[in-house]
């Protein structure tokens, strides 16, 4: 390796990726052509950066495989930044193997930790903890100890295991400072903020409020009988009613703890669940059908009693009932919920992330965008999404080590 491209090497890793341009922007060589990729996605030109690392990845000879991994490693990432999800899993699973195969554990180590990240995307949280068990950190360099800190964090946020994330962001933040990096310590600056940031709503006794991540925790911990429409569960203590395939009776669960200690009157019952403006006795007979699977789901956790004007809800354990609603609600929440991180989305990865279907995402995106609440860039297979851009610091690309061969 030259001189010139251990410099730029050096200039990416330390988050300079103008530095490295000066150096390698009017060379086409295979190791060149993989660094000005990689300083193009720290500047954010993803399709320029994509391009560069796959003329790279062709121009390095059979016996680079190493180098050839460093590319796939590299063209990932700007995938999971760019947020598109549906780049080639086994590509990268057969990088990291080649990396760790020739002694390189900086970057096979990065690929793991774009693997993990993928997985918390998605909301795959068992299988990125499986994937980092029993993997320590702590040999790498001070930047690939922060993305793994940070990625620990993800998970523990999801879990609402808030002590676990503060103190693993404690631990990304020294670590980043460490690295002398600007833009990673910007990115752990904005974890932070993020668990001050109201993280649902709580309706009970007619008031409604937002509720930090650390309240929501106390609140699955308080014993309350808590209808989560988070994750479309009704829960109280360790018992737990899953009915996030029953949206009807789920609906019904909602309005009567949104009632409670009152009862909730059948014609609000029939509004909320069947979106029915005027009953007739059908919808009077589906209701009690409803009412009657609805007793046998929360069977271990409430009862169902029957009023004059309605039916209301009785907790068997619980002293409190509440519940707990994301802080965006609405049509088309939840793909808000997810646009709600500043990044530009495709299609096709909101899809992956929503399990539905891309013309049902895409209907939803539409509407949307009608509406002035989300705005498209680009055009084509090229499309992303995202909110209307506010003041905050996008995820960045970090590559732990240089890129070329050595």
């Known amino acids: 390796m030259d001189s010139l491209i251990t410099a730029a ?21 295979a190791p060149a052509l993989a660094l000005r990729g990689i300083a ?44 598109d999800l549906g780049w080639p899993e086994k590509a990268l699973e057969t990088a990291r193997a080649v990396l760790e195969a020739h002694g390189d554990r900086v970057n096979a180590a990065h690929a ?53 994330a503060r103190a693993q962001l404690a631990l990304a933040r020294e670590a980043a400072r460490e690295a002398g990096i600007p833009a990673l310590t910007a990115e752990v600056d904005g974890a932070f903020l993020a668990l001050s940031k109201p993280a649902a709503r709580l309706i ?10 650390e309240e929501v925790a106390a609140l699955l911990a308080s014993g309350a009988l808590v209808i989560d429409a988070c994750r479309h569960v009704v829960r109280a203590g360790d018992r737990l009613a ?4 029953r949206p009807v009776l789920f609906a019904l669960a909602r309005t009567l703890a949104e009632a409670w200690p009152g009862d909730a009157s059948r014609s609000a019952l029939l509004a909320r669940a069947f979106r029915a403006r005027h009953a007739d006795e059908s919808h009077r007979a589906r209701l009690r059908v409803e009412i009657g699977r609805l007793r046998a789901e929360l069977r271990d956790v409430a009862e169902v009693s029957a009023t004059a004007r309605g039916f209301v809800l009785v907790p068997r354990h619980a002293r409190e009932v509440a519940v707990l609603a994301p802080p965006v609600e609405g049509q088309h929440g939840a793909v808000l919920a997810l ?58 690309l970090l590559l732990p080590g240089p890129l070329p061969s050595d």
């Open 112 to 164: 793991r930790n774009l693997q993990v990240r993928r997985l918390v995307l998605i909301g795959r949280l068992d299988e990125a903890e499986q994937a980092l068990d029993g993997f320590d950190p702590m040999p790498l360099p001070p930047a690939s100890r922060a993305a793994n800190a940070l990625i620990v964090a993800g998970i523990a946020v999801r879990r609402l295991q808030t002590k676990t």
């Open 40 to 83: 193009m996605a720290q500047l954010g030109d993803f399709p320029r950066a994509k391009a560069l690392l796959k003329s790279a990845a062709r121009a390095f000879g059979p016996r680079e495989a190493v180098a050839r991994a460093r590319c796939v490693v590299a063209d990932a990432e700007i995938a999971l930044v760019s947020r």
């Open 339 to 396: 646009l709600a991180d500043g990044e530009a989305w495709a299609s096709s990865a909101l899809a992956i992330a929503l399990g539905a279907s891309p013309r049902t995402v895409q209907r939803a995106l539409d509407a949307l965008c009608a509406a002035g609440k989300v705005q498209p860039i680009g055009r084509g297979r090229a499309r992303r999404w995202m909110t209307p851009p506010v003041p905050g610091f996008p995820t960045v």
């Open 242 to 245: 899953s009915l996030s395939t």
């Open 204 to 213: 009970a006794r007619g008031e409604e409020r937002a509720l930090l991540l």
């Open 9 to 29: 090497a050096r200039a990416l890793a330390a988050g300079d990726p103008l530095g490295a341009l000066k150096r390698v922007a009017l060379r086409d060589d």
